[in-house]
T-cell receptor, first 113, second 115 residues
Framework: AQKVTQAQTEISVVEKEDVTLDCVYE???????LFWYKQPPSGELVFLIRRNSFDEQNEISGRYSWNFQKSTSSFNFTITASQVVDSAVYFC??????????FGTGTRLKVLA | DVKVTQSSRYLVKRTGEKVFLECVQDMDHENMFWYRQDPGLGLRLIYFSYDVKMKEKGDIPEGYSVSREKKERFSLILESASTNQTSMYLC??????????????FGPGTRLTVL
């Protein structure tokens, strides 16, 4: 069975702090894709990154970075120097084999000014 | 810009009513999805469609049906609404990518309340 676990239900940080959101996944497939989405208070999910199982390179995009480690089945997301606008619910998702994207339960990030 | 629109942001219905939620995408995407989002449960897939008139059950299809008569439109139908179907409903679409999987584009959601 496939599963995505986001153990952190809610995280609060003060602006400019770094924060890491954890994502642990389970799958028996060797080919799979992982995603991160952001859901701001307005409600619409916004795509952040896609990574396939054959590409373990870490990625950095501005203040955002992602650490993909197959050995620990994790795909963690770090925000450097957090800002109030980063406040949102963040979802990690997994898909392989079919179009059944599996989402984690989300992590609510609150960045306090 | 990819745009996924949903017919209503908020909807209030009575138990037993037939409810239609409409979703339209303007980017010629082959794949379309319906999810419901509930606190503490994340997003759960109800149905998806990879082509016109094609549909596949997701993880929680009970009590729902779907229709895809045109490529750009994917409808979710609650045949007889019940209070446990009160939820946020999200529609998404994605471009077919062969053996790969593209990102999904989401609509703004419909918050359905069944009284």
């Amino acid at each position: 069975a496939q599963k995505v676990t986001q153990a952190q239900t809610e995280i609060s940080v003060v602006e400019k702090e770094d924060v890491t959101l954890d994502c642990v996944y389970e799958t028996r497939d060797t080919t799979y894709y992982l995603f991160w989405y952001k859901q701001p208070p307005s409600g619409e999910l916004v795509f952040l990154i896609r990574r396939n199982s054959f590409d373990e390179q870490n990625e950095i995009s501005g203040r955002y970075s992602w650490n993909f480690q197959k050995s620990t089945s994790s795909f963690n997301f770090t925000i450097t120097a957090s800002q109030v606008v980063d406040s949102a619910v963040y979802f990690c998702a997994l898909v392989s084999g079919t179009y059944k994207y599996i989402f984690g339960t989300g992590t609510r990030l609150k960045v306090l000014a | 810009d990819v745009k996924v629109t949903q017919s209503s942001r908020y909807l209030v219905k009575r138990t037993g009513e037939k409810v239609f939620l409409e979703c339209v995408q303007d980017m010629d995407h082959e794949n379309m999805f319906w999810y419901r989002q509930d606190p503490g449960l994340g997003l759960r897939l109800i149905y998806f469609s990879y082509d016109v008139k094609m549909k596949e059950k997701g993880d929680i299809p009970e009590g729902y049906s779907v229709s895809r008569e045109k490529k750009e439109r994917f409808s979710l139908i609650l045949e007889s609404a019940s209070t446990n179907q009160t939820s946020m409903y999200l529609c998404a679409s994605s471009l077919f990518a062969g053996l790969a999987y593209n990102e999904q584009f989401f609509g703004p959601g419909t918050r359905l309340t069944v009284l």
